[in-house]
């Protein structure tokens, strides 16, 4: 890819600052797999150990795209039609175990689904889309917001707060 400058030079791996191996098997390989490992969750990818092939294609451009979504940068637009559990309709007491269920909305199907609040950040590959995780630790409201990715690669979003309210003494 060098000498038919596809590419500049050949990647290194930025831990190592070596260039990641490539193995040519065959004399014109028409057939490829691609292993690496994510440090964290990016776009609709968990982390750890992730393989493409000619078979399972990585959507490297669907994986910014999304990814910018989640992180709120400009000019990624979703739509607003997810179906979530609302939060907000009952208080929390402090590390409470919360429950949230993520739904498509009619005619979508959803591929993977993301959690975030505050420091918490949880992906689902898998539907059903349901989070179970703790309630903040901290008094007051505390934003969530949750992301949807469909069949297509659209994203959907939703909004909802938890409240947690100071644990009541009983004595």
Do not use: W
């Amino acid at each position: 890819m060098v000498d038919d400058k596809v590419l500049e030079s050949i990647p290194l791996d930025p831990k190592l600052n070596q260039p990641y191996p490539y193995y040519a098997f065959g004399e014109q390989p028409n057939q490829y797999t691609l292993s690496f490992l994510l440090e964290g969750d990016v776009g609709g990818l968990r982390a750890g150990l992730q393989v493409f092939s000619a078979d399972k294609i990585l959507p490297a451009d669907l994986i910014k795209t999304q990814q910018a979504l989640v992180e709120g940068k400009a000019g990624q637009g979703a739509s607003g039609d997810l179906i979530i559990t609302d939060l907000s309709q009952s208080p929390f007491y402090p590390s409470e175990e919360v429950l949230l269920e993520v739904a498509a909305p009619a005619g979508t199907e959803l591929v993977s689904s993301k959690v975030v609040a505050g420091g918490l950040s949880l992906l689902d590959p898998n539907p059903p889309f349901v989070f179970r995780f703790s309630a903040p630790a901290t008094e007051g409201v505390h934003e969530v917001s949750v992301f949807g990715f469909d069949t297509a690669g659209r994203g959907h979003v939703a909004q909802t707060a938890i409240t947690v309210i100071e644990a009541e003494n009983s004595f």
